[in-house]
């Protein structure tokens, strides 16, 4: 899919149409194109088309702005914009100068009335307007973002002007500021802290490290992330990391008895506790683990309670301790247990 793609030219049926924002950039900059923005006159009717041709799904992204989205099967998505005042126009409201170029759909030079190009080469991330985080306070998030991604640098009139709308931070969406900050790097969040960005969301680089994704975010945030629109799964992780204890050593049984608190977040718990050097031992008892357990609760010959949990929690732990390997050995032990 390029700036000439067939099903582009044809689904704007002739009309005057550009590509724009980051797909040029990243084209420019010889990176992989996953994504393409159009604007031209009628988007809908663009988008309808281009999904017939495609195969694509269509749906409408923002009925605010009059945009389509066509989401295609192997994950990309081309965008349809309206363009109601001319390109000049719609390139004037982008955020920064590298995102403000534009590409005649069908070929042709570039418009660039900003200086996007000369900024690209130069690696530097320029507003395209003072008033580029008053419109839209999320562009104070995207601004690091895409220094980071990018190894580009905001100039220093830009980042004055970011330092002094900092405050503004916090007033996006949740989902919006979310979807920025889990494309950070740790590189990332310490320049986020640098330029007075991150205390504005409660984060914190006291246990900052360079670790993988979500894990980052738990450790920049804590207990503040859950004030996010974050996944399930993303919460769980969390509440448990945060609750973790380091095993007291490497046994067998110190690993069980963190396993039982912290699985399936073992891993991420001992990033987050700064154990990394106990992930052999998790990986090891992991690996060792037995498919099926000595005793079930039907085999104890109680009535349903928490008392057969802690009884099958006992014989677990003495088996992954080694003290018991047999059906035998694990009733033995609840009798013991039990006062038999």
């Not at 689904?11 to 990176?31: N, T």
């Not at 790097?185 to 330029?195: I, K, P, Q």
């Not at 409660?202 to 920049?220: H, K």
């Amino acid at each position: 899919m390029s700036e000439t793609d067939p099903l582009i030219e044809a689904a704007v049926a002739g009309a005057e149409a550009y590509v724009v924002g980051g797909a040029v950039r990243d084209r420019l900059l010889g990176r992989r194109v996953l994504d393409i923005d159009v604007a031209c006159p009628d988007p809908v009717a663009a988008a309808r088309r281009y999904a017939v041709a495609s195969g694509g799904a269509v749906f409408p992204l923002s009925e605010r702005h009059g945009a389509w989205r066509v989401a295609l099967a192997d994950g990309r998505t081309v965008d349809f914009t309206p363009l109601p005042d001319g390109i000049e126009a719609d390139l004037a409201t982008r955020d920064f100068t590298v995102n403000a170029v534009a590409v005649p759909v069908g070929g042709c030079d570039p418009v660039d009335p900003h200086g996007g190009q000369v900024d690209l080469d130069a690696r530097r991330l320029r507003a395209v307007s003072p008033s580029v985080f008053e419109a839209d306070p999320l562009r104070l998030l995207r601004a690091v973002r895409l220094e980071d991604e990018l190894g580009f640098r905001l100039d220093q009139e830009t980042e004055a002007l970011l330092r002094r709308s900092a405050a503004r931070v916090g007033d996006p969406a949740g989902e919006r500021i979310l979807a920025e900050l889990e494309r950070l790097s740790a590189d990332g969040y310490r320049r986020l802290d640098e330029v007075g960005l991150l205390a504005g969301l409660g984060g914190s680089l006291e246990r900052l490290r360079p670790v993988d994704p979500p894990l980052l975010l738990v450790l920049v945030f804590g207990r503040e992330l859950e004030r996010l629109p974050i996944s399930n799964d993303l919460r769980r992780l969390t509440r448990r990391v945060l609750a973790a204890e380091p095993p007291s050593d490497d046994s067998p049984r110190a690993i069980h008895r963190f396993r039982v608190a912290t699985e399936p977040y073992a891993l991420d718990a001992l990033g987050y506790l700064g154990r990394e050097d106990l992930a052999a031992a998790v990986e090891a008892a992991r690996s060792a683990e037995p498919p099926e357990p000595l005793l079930r609760g039907g085999e104890l010959g109680l009535e349903p309670g928490p008392e057969i949990g802690r009884l099958l929690a006992r014989v677990a732990e003495e088996r992954a301790a080694g003290t018991i390997a047999t059906r035998e050995e694990a009733l033995e032990l609840v009798r013991r247990e039990r006062g038999g």
